[in-house]
């Protein structure tokens, strides 16, 4: 003769983690999905009332009035060294993206979006942070900027 017996039911413990750990998991992927688009879709925009950029999780607007221009230049980051992130303290760092927050070699902080290191327009900010970008046109850019002076 079998008998077969079954298990006393779990609490709806194990159930609900398992669902609070696969949404977590649906976000982290949908983050990483978002930032791979932002390298590739971000923009710049100049105008009379400052520098907007976005979309992405870093995009802002800075004001004209926050902008050193100044001290607004272009660099290659693989030759002026002291220009180059160090530590990334807030966000992220896949290969061929820099973007969010960032300790430059000269201890500087700044808000990254650079996808190509030998064509960055670096802008100082009246915030004690720069803002570092690469375009297409560094050299135009930074001109439009400088001729906020």
Same mark, same amino acid.
């Given at each position: 003769?079998?008998?077969?017996?079954?298990?006393?039911?779990?609490?709806?413990?194990?159930?609900?983690?398992?669902?609070?750990?696969?949404?977590?998991?649906?976000?982290?992927?949908?983050?990483?999905?978002?930032?791979?688009?932002?390298?590739?879709?971000?923009?710049?925009?100049?105008?009379?009332?400052?520098?907007?950029?976005?979309?992405?999780?870093?995009?802002?607007? +800075? @004001?004209?009035?926050?902008?050193? =221009?100044?001290?607004?230049? #272009?660099?290659?980051?693989? /030759?002026? %060294?002291?220009?180059?992130?160090?530590?990334?303290?807030?966000?992220?760092?896949?290969?061929?993206?820099?973007?969010?927050?960032?300790?430059?070699?000269?201890?500087?902080?700044?808000?990254?979006?650079?996808?190509?290191?030998?064509?960055?327009?670096? +802008? @100082?900010?009246?915030?004690?942070? =720069?803002?570092?970008?690469? #375009?297409?046109?560094?050299? /135009?850019? %930074?001109?439009?900027?400088?001729?906020?002076?």
């Amino acid at each position: 003769m079998e008998r077969v017996f079954g298990i006393i039911p779990a609490s709806s413990g194990p159930y609900i983690f398992t669902w609070v750990l696969s949404l977590f998991l649906v976000a982290v992927i949908a983050l990483f999905v978002f930032i791979s688009y932002s390298s590739r879709h971000t923009n710049f925009t100049v105008s009379d009332a400052g520098l907007n950029i976005g979309p992405g999780v870093y995009g802002r607007f +800075i @004001p004209r009035e926050d902008i050193d =221009a100044g001290g607004v230049k #272009v660099l290659n980051l693989n /030759e002026d %060294a002291g220009y180059k992130p160090k530590w990334r303290t807030n966000g992220a760092g896949l290969p061929g993206y820099s973007a969010g927050w960032f300790k430059l070699q000269n201890k500087e902080k700044a808000l990254l979006f650079v996808t190509d290191r030998s064509s960055v327009v670096y +802008i @100082p900010t009246r915030k004690n942070y =720069a803002v570092m970008l690469s #375009v297409r046109d560094a050299d /135009e850019m %930074a001109e439009v900027i400088r001729q906020w002076r």
